[in-house]
């Protein structure tokens, strides 16, 4: 009964190290510049998501939204996600 505790102890504590980093920790080692600009120019508020290396996406308007789905139409990806993705066998 222990060998099984300790072994689900050591599974525990072996995935949860992965997530335990949220933000790069500051250390010697050589970081492209790029990531240490956006991660700086990034105002970070308790609970909301932050885009990867830290660049802020820009909502979309209706009008953008309904020009990729007709570039989508007339370009094939719709039929082509239609007949893969989304076809009921």
Same mark, same amino acid.
């Given at each position: ?14 995935? /949860? ?19 240490? #600009?956006?991660? /700086? $120019? ?7 998501? #932050? ?5 802020? !996406? ?6 953008? #939204?309904?020009?990729?789905? #007709?570039?989508?139409?007339? $370009? ?8 893969? !993705?989304?076809?009921?066998?």
């Amino acid at each position: 009964m222990k060998v099984i505790q300790i072994a689900a102890l050591l599974g525990i504590l072996a995935t /949860s190290s992965a997530f335990a980093q949220s933000n790069p920790a500051s250390s010697n080692t050589a970081t492209p510049s790029s990531t240490l #600009v956006a991660a /700086s $120019d990034v105002t970070s508020q308790a609970g909301t998501w #932050v885009p990867p290396y830290g660049q802020a !996406v820009a909502p979309k308007t209706r009008a953008q #939204v309904y020009a990729e789905l #007709v570039e989508a139409e007339k $370009d094939g990806q719709l039929a082509y996600l239609n007949s893969t !993705v989304y076809a009921h066998p």
